[in-house]
C-alpha cells in the first residue's frame, strides 16, 4: 500500500443523528479511530481526513476548498492533499466494511489503472466506498464550481469500475441516524 492514501470522508451536518457521528463511540473507540486503524491495518501510512478538523496523530487534516458541497468538497480535498497516486476514500459513518474487503479492492483498481473503483453489491454502488486517482483534483475542482456537484457527476466525466462485493451486506450498512447507531451497538456486542 504504499502507493496509497486513505480519504476518510468525516463532513457533513450529522441532522439525522442529531450528533457529530465520527465522534460516536463503538467497539472501544470513536468512529473516526475506527476507520484510522482501519486503514493503518491496510499499511496505508497517508491518512487524510475530510470534515473533522480535531487532532489524531497520524493522520492530516484537509479543509474543503468549496463548502457545503457534499461528498465531492471531501473528495476534492483529500485529492489535493494525497501524497500518493491512489487514495481510498472511505466514510466514516461504515465502521463494519471489512479491512480485507478494501484490500481486495484497491487491488484491481491498481492492476487495471481505473481512474475510479467502487464497491458494488447487487444493484447498489457505494461511491463512499472506493478509489479515486489523485489526478483527478481538477475535474472535481471543474465540477464543484457548478451546480451539480454530485460525487456521480465525476463518474460520468472520468469513468467508472466497480468491485463487486459478495459478503455480508449488512457490513457496507452506514450510520445515519439513532435506531441505525443503535443497530450497531447491538453488532459490536455479538
Known sequence: MTDVSAIILAGGISSRMG???AELEWNGATLIEHQ?????????DDIIISGYPKPIEGTRFAADRYLMKGPLGGIHAGLLAAEHPHCLVLSVDAPLVPTETLAALIDPHIRCSN?????SHG????PLMGVYERRL???ADEILQSDNTSVRVLFGE??????EYSGDERLLSNCNTPSEYSTLLLYAAR
Open 115 to 119: 481512474n475510479i473503483t467502487i464497491l
Open 36 to 44: 484510522v486503524n482501519k486503514v493503518r491495518a491496510l499499511g496505508i
Open 123 to 126: 444493484s447498489r454502488t457505494e
Open 158 to 163: 472520468a469513468g467508472l469500475s466497480t468491485f
Open 137 to 139: 483534483g481538477s475535474i
Open 19 to 21: 450528533v457529530n457521528k
